[in-house]
């Protein structure tokens, strides 16, 4: 196991497309996370899955964005009707109990 | 609402210099993390401290937990050009689910 994957790395987007992120986690792990970061900040948390559950989802995630983890694996974070504001890195991270793997996120471009 | 605010929030320095990295927070954290990340890659673990006045060494690095858990610091001894990059503090957040509330980082370039 090689870590976290996340794909695509890169991704461009014309506004009011929809886009859908995936992210393998580390198999072991039961934790899995989504976090969005923009230039010169720090990740923001948006949502939390407890192997296949969601358990906690932040404000910042709007009705446009929806995120699964069917059978407690990969997850996927799908953004509808994309806005410019939505351009930014995704960061997808898993653990078992402490201590987060990150992977090397996807960066969404909105044009 | 649980802030973590970094200072400085740039840092240029030259190769040999040492630095210090704040984190501070009026919030009581039971953990704190820190992390160096790279243009276009996901932040890295160095290190988690718990105890409050904890302090833990990685070469040239020295983290410390304030004794009130609501703040921690990162020095940097000799600093290389290989230690050029974000760094961001990150505490755990108030529920049970292990989520991080991240500081804005640090950037830091050592120049040779």
């Known amino acids: 196991d090689t870590g976290v994957s996340q794909d695509p790395r890169h991704k461009i987007t014309k506004r009011g497309q929809n886009v859908t992120f995936r992210c393998d986690p580390i198999?072991?792990?039961?934790?899995l996370y989504w976090y969005r970061q923009t230039l010169g900040q720090g990740p923001e948390f948006l949502t939390y899955?407890?192997?296949?559950?969601?358990?906690?989802k932040s404000r910042l995630l709007s009705d446009r964005f929806s995120a699964e983890r069917p059978k407690g694996s990969f997850s996927t974070l799908e953004i509808q009707r994309t806005e410019q504001g939505d351009s930014a890195m995704y960061l997808c991270?898993?653990?078992?109990?402490?201590?987060?793997?990150f992977g090397s996120g996807t960066r969404l471009t909105v044009v | 609402t649980q802030l973590l605010e970094q200072s400085p929030q740039f840092l240029s320095i030259q190769e040999g210099e040492n630095l210090t990295v704040y984190c501070n927070s009026s919030?009581?954290?039971?953990?704190l993390q820190w992390y160096r990340q790279e243009p276009g890659e996901g932040p890295v673990l160095l290190v988690t401290?718990?105890?409050?006045?904890e302090v833990k060494k990685l070469k040239r690095l020295t983290f410390q937990f304030g004794d009130a858990r609501k703040d921690s610091s990162l020095h940097i001894t000799a600093a290389q050009p290989g230690d050029t990059g974000l760094y961001l503090c990150?505490?755990?957040?108030?529920?049970?689910?292990?989520?991080?509330?991240f500081g804005q980082g640090t950037t830091l370039q050592v120049k040779p």
């Open positions: 401290v718990v105890t409050g006045g």
């Open positions: 990150a505490g755990d957040g108030s529920s049970n689910t292990g989520k991080l509330i």
């Open positions: 899955f407890q192997n296949e559950a969601q358990l906690e």
């Open positions: 991270a898993s653990s078992l109990y402490d201590g987060y793997t």
């Open positions: 919030s009581v954290f039971s953990s």
């Open positions: 198999s072991e792990h039961n934790r």
